[in-house]
Nanobody
Framework: VQLVESGGGLVQAGGSLRLSCRAS????????VRWYRQVLGKGREEVAL????????DYSGSVKGRFIISRDDARNTVFLQMDSLKAEDTAVYYC?????????WGQGTQVTVSS
């Protein structure tokens, strides 16, 4: 199983980015997928999740109303659309897929928001 994130980069405050997490060896539509972020020296924060099958979503309070998680089953990819970005959104973003026995993680993608 491999998860590969992409789409990070440098953006000005107020701008947008769309992160992608593509899976191989695992079907995203059947598992719960989460986006996390982590700032160096701080703990990991869960920012969004999408459930398997029905695709119910949930968000942390810090991103609700600005970020949208979605899934493209045909491409086996989960997205995180990030709008109205703030400097405090700067972090490494990771996607994670939760199965019954193990959590899989991607390598992370850096998002930097300049103020």
């Amino acid at each position: 199983v491999q998860l590969v994130e992409s789409g990070g980069g440098l953006v000005q405050a107020g701008g947008s980015l769309r992160l992608s997490c593509r899976a191989s060896g695992l079907t995203f539509s059947k598992v719960e997928v989460r986006w996390y972020r982590q700032v160096l020296g701080k703990g990991r924060e869960e920012v969004a999740l999408i459930s398997g099958y029905g695709g119910a979503t949930d968000y942390s309070g810090s991103v609700k109303g600005r970020f949208i998680i979605s899934r493209d089953d045909a491409r086996n990819t989960v997205f995180l659309q990030m709008d109205s970005l703030k400097a405090e959104d700067t972090a490494v973003y990771y996607c994670s897929a939760r199965t019954l026995t193990i959590d899989y993680w991607g390598q992370g993608t850096q998002v930097t928001v300049s103020s």
